[in-house]
């Protein structure tokens, strides 16, 4: 279903959590927002400048997660499970206060946020949703890593290919239609890292709240959890996830097929910020049916650059 209209939840939500990286705990309370005001962070522990809103251009660094940073230095990390969480129940425009700088990991997945977001229902407003419609291919590459979009009139479907010399995660591929497809097994799948990969990680300050309760950990041929893994395809699966937050960054629900050859959030970021600087082939449009899908009329409504 493509929605004609903006929406932002009913009625608060609350929950807390550990982060993943920096270990420490924090609340966190998702408030209604305005219209055409989108996802903005508030950092709840500071009285000045704590804004931050979730938008491509605030990533200051996309290397293991993704986190967000306003003009004054002020940043939210590991954003991407949430906002996937609010593109699958489809909410555009929410208030996320938090007390620290980093979103709670949870169980390493987005299906705690998912159940939260569901209790807390969903509201048309008055204002139209705009969408972005992808008019030709754009295409990004950076060494082995490649990421490109084509037209498609589904609200986001996404190509994913992992390619791991790990044997366990090997290389793995899924095609999941958000508009159209089942998502648990999207939103259900984990965060991963390699064993090996720990130590390093920590070594830079990273991960100090991570364990089995919040990620897959693969160790040679050995899933290191308990009770495995969620679902067959869990690694790519939670590459779609990943990819599904970071495009929420967009600002726009995205009319067009992606695909992603061994990417991540640095590399959906850089595709981004190129899409937007050429500002070419795309349009953002309002549905002018609530059911329209391959024979939707569109209407352009605006020129990006009023966007951009
Ligand atoms: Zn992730």
């Known amino acids: ?35 055409d005001s989108g996802i903005i962070f508030k950092r709840v522990d500071l009285k000045n400048n704590n804004l931050i809103k979730a938008n491509y251009t605030n990533v200051s660094s996309a290397k293991l997660c993704t986190t967000l940073e306003n003009n004054h230095g002020v940043k939210v990390a590991t954003v991407e499970h949430l906002l996937a969480a609010l593109y699958i129940a489809d909410i555009d ?126 160790n040679g041929d050995k899933i290191l959890n308990d009770s495995g893994l969620r679902n067959d395809k869990e690694f790519v699966n939670h590459k779609i996830l990943d990819l599904a937050g970071d495009f929420l960054l967009s600002g726009y629900r995205i009319l067009g097929k992606v695909t992603c050859h061994q990417g991540g959030h640095e590399l959906t970021n850089l595709f981004l910020r190129k899409m937007f600087r050429e500002n070419l082939s795309f349009k953002v449009i309002e549905l002018e049916d609530f059911f329209a899908s391959n024979q939707v009329k569109l209407k352009q409504s605006h020129k990006l650059a009023a966007n951009a």
């Open 1 to 35: 279903m493509l929605r004609v209209f903006q929406t932002t939840i009913i009625k608060p939500l609350t929950f807390n959590g550990i982060g993943l990286h920096s270990g420490r705990n924090s609340r966190v309370k998702i408030l209604p927002g305005v219209e």
């Open 93 to 218: 425009n929410a208030i996320i206060e938090i007390d620290s700088d980093e979103v709670p990991i949870m169980d390493g997945s987005a299906r705690e946020f998912l159940k939260l977001l569901k209790k807390a229902g969903l509201i048309n407003q008055k204002k139209k949703r705009k969408y972005l419609k992808i008019i030709n291919k754009i295409k990004f590459k950076d060494g082995k890593r490649e990421i490109f979009i084509e037209p498609s009139n589904s609200c986001l479907e996404v190509n994913f290919h992992l390619d791991y010399e790990n044997k366990i995660i090997g290389k793995q591929h899924n095609t999941v239609n958000f508009h159209k497809d089942k998502l648990e097994d999207v939103f259900n799948s984990r965060t991963f890292c390699l064993f090996e990969d720990i130590e390093k990680i920590k070594k830079i300050g990273l991960a100090k709240g991570g364990s089995l309760e919040n990620a897959v950990v693969v």
